[in-house]
C-alpha cells in the first residue's frame, strides 16, 4: 500500500506561530530598553511633594457616598 503524504501545512502554521511570538518578544525586549534608557526623573519640589503626601494620608471617597 502506498503510504499518504502528511500534509505541510500544519508546519507551516507552526512555523508562523512561532516566528510571530519571536518578534512580539523581541519587539517587548526593545521597547522594554527604549523606556528604560529614556526615563527622566525629575526632583520634585515641595509643594508637589506636600500634595502627594496628603493625598496619599487622606483616604479617598467613593463617588454617591
Do not use: C, W
Amino acid at each position: 500500500m502506498a503510504e499518504k503524504p502528511k500534509s505541510m501545512v500544519l508546519g507551516v502554521v507552526a512555523a508562523a506561530v512561532f516566528a510571530g511570538l519571536g518578534r512580539m518578544v523581541i519587539q517587548k525586549i526593545m521597547a522594554d530598553r527604549a523606556a528604560r534608557e529614556s526615563r527622566v526623573a525629575a526632583p520634585l519640589d515641595e509643594e508637589t511633594r506636600a500634595k502627594i503626601s496628603q493625598a496619599l494620608r487622606t483616604p479617598s471617597r467613593a463617588p454617591g457616598k
